[in-house]
């Protein structure tokens, strides 16, 4: 108990004279400790990516390190021809092509990214060897897709029959209408925390389907569509980009719970600040957050209903519901 006393005085004086705006949450962090069996986890966004929780797992159940988790899970849904929203059979831009987007982020704070990157079924495995091989963080475009080929990728045909159809009738009448989980599905963010509790990352993704040629959303931009820090947890944002661009919605939301707020409510105050902030574009268009913090906490929530996400813990793949503001 002495010693215990004395090392909160003597906190308490280092905090004082320093003077750090934080020293609280630090405190709050030191002795709020992890509840029982809660790492490894894995959490990601919509519902149907169970199947790319259960791969991150996999990794994880093992002993592994999150980041190969992270990269596992995504590779899931960018490998799937029936997901119209990641990857191989992604709806492609109002040209025809399928242009990928996506960056990952290690428990060290290195990252890579992609963007603007075509005919490479994994983006995230690209992502990755530029964050390893690379004095970069991002590459985009013909940049990337060389740099994707030298590493041994090869170049394919992402346009899936489906995917080519569904562009022919846009073509029709060219109208771009963003529709609310018209799906339940979209862009596949990722954070996992392994045993060992290192943190990662990941976020993948097409794009907005017939976008124009060029546009790069939120997905392969730190901070933007992920954010990983491996003192506090990490974050990943799915929904329409712009919002999230023009916010840095995930690094809001790690920075938010490096304050001792909980990801539940991290989460719901960015969702908050967006629609605070943008009220004419919110109606609608749907941004949606998830959040695991280094103690094993989850959070998930939405501008709108109908916003949900998995997550695999305790050795447990489940599906949650989020909340919303509207």
């Known amino acids: 108990m002495n010693s215990r006393r004395k090392f909160l005085q003597t906190s308490l004086l280092g905090g004082v004279i320093t003077g750090s705006s934080d020293f609280w949450s630090r405190i709050a962090l030191q002795f709020d400790k992890p509840e029982k069996d809660t790492f490894p986890a894995v959490i990601a966004t919509w519902g149907p990516n169970l199947k790319a929780n259960?791969?991150?797992?996999?990794?994880?159940?093992?002993?592994?390190?999150?980041?190969?988790?992270?990269?596992?899970?995504?590779?899931?849904?960018e490998?799937?021809?029936?997901?119209?929203?990641?990857?191989?059979?992604?709806?492609?831009?109002?040209?025809?092509?399928?242009?990928?987007?996506?960056?990952?982020?290690d428990e060290f704070g290195n990252a890579g990214s992609v963007s603007f990157l075509q005919h490479i079924m994994h983006p995230i495995s690209v992502a990755r060897l530029v964050m390893e091989k690379t004095p970069h963080v991002m590459l985009?475009?013909?940049g990337a897709l060389q740099f994707a080929?030298?590493?041994?990728?090869?170049?394919?045909?992402?346009?899936?029959?489906?995917?080519?159809?569904?562009?022919?009738?846009?073509k029709k009448k060219s109208e771009y209408k963003p529709k609310i989980n018209v799906e339940r599905h979209d862009t596949i963010g990722m954070v996992a925390i392994d045993a060992q509790q290192r943190i990662a990352g990941a976020c993948t993704t097409?794009?907005?389907?017939?976008?124009?040629?060029?546009?790069?959303g939120d997905s392969p931009v730190i901070g933007a569509g992920m954010f990983a820090d491996n003192e506090v947890g990490g974050a990943a944002a799915t929904g329409l980009g712009?919002?999230?661009?023009?916010?840095?919605?995930?690094?809001l939301v790690v920075e938010e719970m490096r304050r001792g707020v909980h990801p539940q409510k991290a989460v719901e105050m960015v969702v908050k600040r967006i629609v605070r902030k943008y009220p004419g574009q919110v109606k609608e268009n749907q941004v949606g957050f998830i959040a695991l913090d280094k103690k094993g906490r989850h959070g998930g929530f939405g501008i709108h209903t109908g916003f949900n996400y998995v997550l695999y813990q305790r050795g447990e793949n489940k599906v949650y519901e989020a909340g919303s503001l509207l």
Request: some cysteine.
């Open 54 to 77: 259960a791969a991150a797992w996999e990794v994880l159940s093992k002993g592994g390190r999150a980041l190969d988790a992270v990269e596992a899970g995504v590779r899931v849904p």
């Open 79 to 105: 490998a799937d021809p029936n997901d119209s929203s990641v990857g191989y059979g992604g709806f492609p831009d109002r040209d025809g092509n399928v242009t990928l987007d996506a960056c990952i982020m």
């Open 140 to 142: 985009s475009g013909e």
């Open 149 to 170: 080929l030298s590493e041994g990728f090869t170049k394919e045909n992402l346009l899936t029959d489906t995917a080519r159809q569904a562009w022919e009738e846009w």
């Open 206 to 216: 097409s794009g907005l389907a017939f976008k124009m040629a060029g546009r790069v």
């Open 242 to 251: 712009e919002l999230v661009l023009r916010t840095l919605g995930s690094f």
